[in-house]
Structures are given as structure tokens and as C-alpha cells.
């Protein structure tokens, strides 16, 4: 099959589908205006760089975009995000297309104003197809649109992320931690604030020696790395927090077995890849329950479903697992076998291919 992409080579999420299909013997393009700058696509996969970047590019390269599609011939386009690449796709009239949303294009994007509303409206309304990650965005889209969604999850690679020994990891510590853009919507400063908060909990109560030994990792850049810093210096565990900054995608299964505790306390998030890699890790986790978090999480059996509004919650929830060395080994191979029973990447790859395959 001939398959052609129109999204952001940038994205890991990306780079997995075009590297997948690829791998699989199909003739791939990807048409972009976001080029990888990290060497990640596969050689099978014919790159395209649109000439007019984002966000201009989204209307300005349609003409381009169209002489493409006539030298390629493609059998099917799919492309990633309702908003941005969405809205081109829209405008160049190629059938058939499926589209793929993302999250922050359905549940940012069309809040901002009532002609970003119409723009993801008509864009989910031009394409042949759609599909999900997950329930939770499966039900917000149905927001803008009325017609049938496919499920098909952002899985993991189980032979990437798995339980291994890492040589830098502190023994005697009990880190717990994150991976996460610095961004104010996934909630990094609550994270901050309730471990200050625990360690202060477990000293009143006279749990000292797990208190010394907490520690804190967040790995990961973004606009608010200084202020964060500064927080965790306010809330007094400056010293016992480190920010790693931004790692190459393949060297994040080796920050995640650093830690015995991940938690995501996002304000918004639209599915949960990255607790899903913790959980494949063998890693407990502790997350809010916003958007599809809660889908990716088996509570009291692969970790912990909190309330971002009480603090309290979070920091009872981290202190049952500090205290309990037997309940993180306990979540820990509870959440790696929810993972292989339910978000094999491989898995996925054959569901989005027999979709491909049911649109020729």
C-alpha cells in the first residue's frame, strides 16, 4: 500500500506511525512543515518539506501539497491533528483521508475562539475517516462532530520500555518523578508541592528515615523550567530535586527506571502515553484524573487515580506507596501486564493498518 503522512515530523508520535508502516513493507511519504532534526525517520520513508513553514504554511502550501499528491499517487492520506495539518488537508481535497486527533486540537484549539471552532468542525467534517487514542478523546471530539470515531490507542513498545537495572540509580533513595514538558497545564508545580508536602508529613509523623530519603527527578524542558526550579526551592526540597531538562526519546525508558514512584497530575490531558511507559516499566504511578488518564490507570491495582483540586489525596496516595516497598513491586507488575494485555504498539500498528486497508 501507498500511504501518505501530512504531519509534524517533529513528533515522536510521528516518527513511530510513518517508522511502523515503513517496517511493514508499505511506501510511506511524509509530507511536513516540522522536519526531525534527530535522524529518527526510517530511510524507507520519502520526506517532503513543505516550503512555507507554520502557521502560514497551513494555507499557503496547498498548491504544493496538491502537485505532491499527483507525483505520489498515494492509495490513502492520513493526517495528524484537527487543527494545523487538518486544515490543509481539508483545503487540498484528497479522498480518502483519515484523520488522526491528538488532544490539545480538540480540546485547546477550538475553546479559543468560535473561528477555531469552525475551522476543527469543518476540517473533522472533510475527512473520510477518524480516529482516537482513547475514549476520552473519542468523547470530546464527538463535541464537533457526529459521526463514528475508531479507538486506536498510542502504544507501547514493550522491548523499549521494560523493567531494567540502571546503573545511575540511587539506591537507597526513593525517587519519584516525571517526564513532562514544563508547562503550566501538566501540572508540574502541583507535583513540587506535594512531595514538599509529603516529606514535611513524613518527619511530623516520624517516618525520618523515608523522608531522607525522597527525592524528586523531572525530566523534561519547557517555559517554565526557571519558575519551577525557583518553586522547588520555596517549597524547601531544592536539594533533593533534580531537573534533567529534555532527553532523547530513547534514552527516557532509562530515566523512568530511575524512579519508584511517576506521577502525571496534569490539568489537561487528552490519553497517557507516558504513564503507560512508566506502567511498562514496571513503575507505579499516581495520576489526576483529567481527560484520559483515567483509562490508562487500574486503581489500587496499577497505581493511583487522585483529584488535582485536594492536595491532601495526592500526598496520601504518595505516602501509601513510600511507606509500602511490596505495594510498588505489587503496582509495578500489575501495570506492565496491563500494558502488554492492552497497549502492545504493535497491536495497534495492525489495527491502524486494517483501518488503511478497509478505506482503499
Known amino acids: 500500500m501507498k500511504i501518505c503522512y501530512l504531519a509534524g515530523a517533529s513528533s515522536i508520535h510521528t516518527v513511530r506511525w510513518v517508522n511502523a508502516m515503513a517496517e511493514r ?22 520526506m517532503h518539506i513543505l516550503k512555507v513553514p507554520a502557521p502560514f504554511g497551513y494555507y499557503m502550501n496547498i498548491f504544493e501539497t496538491k502537485i505532491l499528491f499527483k507525483k505520489i499517487k498515494p492509495d490513502l492520506l492520513h493526517v495528524h491533528y484537527a487543527s494545523g495539518y487538518g486544515t490543509l488537508a481539508r483545503l487540498v481535497r484528497f479522498s480518502p483521508l483519515l484523520l488522526s486527533v491528538w488532544g490539545s486540537d480538540v480540546y485547546l ?3 479559543k475562539s468560535n473561528r477555531n471552532e469552525q475551522i476543527v468542525r469543518k476540517n473533522l467534517a472533510g475527512a473520510s475517516r477518524i480516529t482516537a487514542t482513547g475514549h476520552a478523546l473519542k468523547k470530546q ?31 537507597e533513595a526513593i525517587v519519584i518523578g516525571t517526564v513532562k514538558r514544563m508547562k503550566h497545564i501538566y501540572g508540574i508545580d ?25 527525592k524528586l527527578l523531572i525530566v523534561g524542558d519547557g517555559p517554565e523550567l526557571t519558575e519551577l526550579q525557583q518553586l522547588a526551592d520555596e517549597q524547601g526540597i531544592g536539594d533533593i530535586t533534580e531537573f534533567v531538562g529534555a532527553v532523547p526519546n530513547e534514552q527516557v525508558p532509562v530515566f523512568i527506571n530511575q524512579l519508584d514512584i511517576y506521577c502525571a497530575f496534569s490539568r489537561s490531558e487528552s490519553f497517557g502515553v507516558a504513564v503507560l511507559e512508566a506502567s511498562a516499566c514496571a513503575v507505579p504511578v499516581v495520576v489526576s484524573n483529567v481527560g484520559g488518564l483515567p483509562e490508562v490507570v487500574q486503581h489500587g ?28 513491586n505489587e503496582f509495578g507488575r500489575n501495570g506492565r501486564s496491563f500494558v502488554q494485555s492492552n497497549y502492545e504498539w504493535d497491536h495497534n500498528v495492525t489495527q491502524m493498518e486494517n483501518i488503511y486497508l478497509q478505506m482503499q
Not at 508529613?201 to 523515608?210: S, V
Not at 497505581?303 to 505516602?319: A, N, P
Open 301 to 328: 491495582k496499577t497505581g493511583y487515580i487522585v483529584d488535582i483540586d485536594v492536595m491532601d489525596e495526592m500526598v496520601e496516595k504518595l505516602f501509601k506507596l513510600v511507606i509500602d516497598k511490596n505495594k510498588r
Open 109 to 111: 484549539f477550538p475553546y
Open 25 to 46: 513493507g508499505h511506501i510511506v511519504h511524509l509530507i511536513t512543515m516540522h522536519p526531525d532534526q534527530l535522524d529518527r525517520i526510517d530511510e524507507r520513508v520519502t
Open 190 to 214: 502541583l507535583l513540587i508541592k506535594s512531595v514538599a508536602k509529603l516529606v514535611k508529613y513524613l518527619q511530623e509523623n516520624r517516618y525520618n528515615e523515608i523522608a531522607n530519603r525522597i
Open 141 to 171: 471530539t464527538e463535541k464537533f462532530i457526529s459521526a463514528p470515531i475508531d479507538i486506536v490507542p498510542f502504544g507501547i513498545d514493550l522491548d523499549k520500555f521494560k523493567p531494567m537495572e540502571v546503573k545511575d540509580k540511587q539506591k
